[in-house]
Each structure stands twice: as structure tokens, then as C-alpha cells.
């Protein structure tokens, strides 16, 4: 399976947060899976970082790649192919963070990973849950 992760996901991942579930877990460490994380995240966690609301042990250009690189995760770039398929989401979530992410997912053909309401309700997305397994 092809997984894109939701900024959130990666952060509990590197953070061993207690809201991954076990079956999340397996999931990105299952060498069978193609585990990404998009720029986009990184972009999100920095402007978080500098207006106080995300913490690190490291600088967040620093930490954040070498955590996503730990958990063999790839990197996912954001290419202009992927912009066309904003036009056509419906106004569900209004962040532009997760709209990228989404739009990315449906370029590249991967799974969201994510807890995110707003994105779990938008249609037609592969979604990840218990029983993609």
C-alpha cells in the first residue's frame, strides 16, 4: 500500500503520542508499505514552530527531516501536476495545508493516513483504516 501521512500522524509517530492507534503504527513500519510525507508538512510544522505552537527538541528544518528519514519515510514534493485537482475539491476543509496533502494523495494515487474529520468526510479519497490491511 501507498500511504501518505496527515501532518498530525507524522507527529505522533515521532512523538509516540498515545492517539496512533497499534494498527497506524504497524501500518508505517510495514516494510510492504510505501510510507510518504509531503513538503507541505514540513512547511505547516515550521510555521507552527515560529508562532509558539509546535515544539522541538531540534530546529524543525533540522529535526523533522531526520525524523522522517528514521522512520524511512519519503519525501513527497509538491509538483504542479497535483494543483489541478484543488479546483475540483469540494470547500470541506478550508486548510490549505490539508488541501495540498489531499490533492497530492489523489495525483499519486496514495492512502491517507488521518484522524482529521473534515478530511475523512471528503468523498472519494483512499482513506486509511483498520481494514485496508
Not at 475523512?120 to 482513506?127: A, D, E, G, T
Amino acid at each position: 500500500m501507498k500511504i501518505i501521512l496527515d501532518t498530525h500522524i507524522f507527529l505522533w509517530l515521532i512523538t509516540e503520542y498515545p492517539n496512533l492507534t497499534q494498527d497506524q503504527t504497524q501500518a508505517v513500519i510495514n516494510s510492504q508499505n510505501d510510507i510518504f510525507l509531503s513538503v507541505v508538512s514540513i512547511w505547516e510544522c515550521i510555521i507552527k514552530y515560529q508562532i509558539g505552537k509546535l515544539q522541538f527538541p531540534e530546529s524543525p528544518e533540522i529535526y523533522l527531516p531526520k525524523k522522517r528519514s528514521d522512520h524511512l519515510i519519503k519525501s513527497l514534493d509538491v509538483k504542479e501536476a497535483s494543483l489541478k485537482h484543488l479546483i475540483n475539491l469540494p470547500m470541506i476543509h478550508k486548510d490549505p495545508f490539508d488541501r495540498l496533502i489531499i490533492a497530492q494523495s489523489l495525483e499519486h494515487n496514495l492512502t491517507i493516513m488521518t484522524q482529521d474529520e473534515a478530511i475523512l468526510s471528503y468523498p472519494n479519497l483512499s482513506l486509511y483504516s483498520s481494514n485496508n490491511q
